[in-house]
């Protein structure tokens, strides 16, 4: 039998909710097949199977917990012919006549263990080898793990299955979290509860997976870093002219011309301009991480609460490219399709608040970044043009920034950047 676990849940997701039971013991299924759909705080997905092969047991119900690594299924797998390593021959079981049973996958010898073991000529180097004996792992697994310097042995035999390329990724972030103090550990106390039911009738109600990642995020946020906020007002009538005209021609290529749109492409524009605003520090070791790449965060409120899709490399895309990846990546939030690479790596968050019509908002920074950008509602106002009072359509923008990174003066002129591409369309183009 082969147990299929639970894959990586992301970045600082620990733990999943099962929501549904794709298959049953006894189903024939291939490789890739869904087994599990699985809930977590940001995303929901399914579980793939690793193996083809017959369906031995469902280790979990409907609305179980679990976790990376947790046993969810078994399978009856056909032999698959692993590719074979330099020096390390294939681990071959008998299966004796008179029990016959489906054949399990058969484990390569993990390379570096196999010398290990090799060079130990006691009982301890037998052992040794019988534990290279379990170990399978990806091509790529292997090779990330010796550009990590990590031993695929010690990851095998952690989480107890084949080591995919990204339970290496899993095994070195939490090595180098273990080495260091997460901002998760600045939580301040929280004292306990009034007894609300002494003042009328209460009810309680679960939190959704969202809301309590969000809740978690922002205690990290607000408890971390010192916010400071600087805003602005931009004319965006002629911009907003300007999407009007040309959003038919971007329906038609697939996607919709919003002013997130053109905002994100702006905001893109700036931090090529002022990459410091792109960073993110390391506090244990003094230093600034400078991202040669820009994937912008664009928050979308969706029934389960607020997800933050992400628009990668913005800088190497048109307004049209932007806009058509908006599209797909609000639809698949609000449809609860989002995938979890969607979700992780932002550099820069943009909060658009302006469709409800708030006239203001201070956002909070989404750690590691180092700055955000809220959007309020736009109102026509007088404008003093042409030696008269002029209706122009202006926008409300705040930026809010971690004053450990970028000081006031360098915010204000970001910001000042910002509204100055956003009223010059042609700037967009740049």
């Known amino acids: 039998m082969t147990d299929v676990r639970m894959p990586s849940l992301g970045e600082n997701v620990t733990e999943g909710t099962v929501v549904a039971i794709l298959v049953k013991s006894g189903d024939t299924i291939q490789q890739g097949d869904s087994l599990l759909e699985v809930e977590t705080d940001k995303v929901n997905f399914d579980v793939p199977a690793e193996v083809a092969g017959v369906i031995g047991e469902v280790l979990v119900q409907k609305g179980a917990k679990v976790r990376p690594g947790d046993r969810v299924v078994t399978v009856a797998s056909e032999p698959v012919a692993a590719e074979p390593v330099v020096g390390a021959p294939l681990a ?13 996958l058969k484990p390569i010898f993990d390379e570096d263990s196999q010398l290990e073991a ?18 399978i792992a990806t091509p790529l697994a292997r090779k990330l793990a010796r550009e990590l310097d990590l031993e695929i042995a010690e990851i095998g035999n952690k989480i107890n299955k084949r080591v995919s390329f990204n339970d290496v990724k899993t095994f070195a972030r939490s090595k180098l979290q273990n080495r260091t103090t997460s901002p998760a550990t600045a939580y301040v106390a929280t004292p306990p509860l009034p007894d609300f039911e002494k003042y009328g009738a209460i009810r309680r109600q679960e939190m959704a997976g969202i809301a309590v990642a ?4 922002m205690v990290v946020s607000a408890s971390t870093i010192p916010h400071a906020w ?19 021609q971007v329906e038609q290529a697939g996607g919709n011309l919003t002013l997130t749109a053109l905002i994100v492409r702006a905001v893109t524009q700036a931090l090529k301009a002022f990459p410091l605003i792109n960073a993110s520090v390391d506090s244990q070791k003094n230093e600034l991480i400078l991202k040669d790449y820009i994937h912008i965060g664009v928050a979308v409120d969706t029934d389960r609460g607020l997800l933050v899709p992400i628009i990668r490399d913005s800088d190497k895309q048109t307004v049209t490219d932007i806009a058509i990846e908006l599209s797909r990546l609000s639809r698949a939030a609000r449809e609860r399709r989002t995938r979890l690479e969607d979700l992780e790596g932002a550099t820069f968050t943009i909060s658009n608040l302006g469709g409800i019509g708030t006239t203001g908002i201070h956002p909070l920074v989404n750690w590691p970044q180092v700055a955000i950008l ?4 736009s109102e026509l106002e007088p404008v003093w043009l042409d030696n008269q009072f002029k209706p122009r359509l202006r926008m409300p923008m705040t930026l809010g ?10 915010a204000a002129r970001f910001l000042v950047y910002l509204k100055k591409v956003l009223e010059d369309s042609f700037l967009l183009l740049l």
């Not at 071959?92 to 399990?104: C, G, R, T, W």
């Not at 180097?125 to 170990?135: S, T, W």
């Not at 920034?401 to 360098?410: I, P, Q, T, Y």
């Open 214 to 217: 969000t809740s978690r995020n």
């Open 401 to 410: 920034f971690d004053h450990r990174v970028v000081n006031g003066a360098d």
């Open 118 to 135: 090799n060079h130990t000529g006691t009982t301890n180097g037998a052992h040794k080898k019988l534990e290279a004996v379990r170990i």
């Open 374 to 377: 809220g959007i309020s509602a």
């Open 92 to 104: 071959i079981e008998e299966v004796p006549d008179s029990k016959p049973a489906v054949p399990e």
């Open 230 to 248: 600087v805003s602005e007002k931009v004319d965006i009538t002629d911009l907003e002219a300007s999407r009007k005209k040309h959003k038919l």
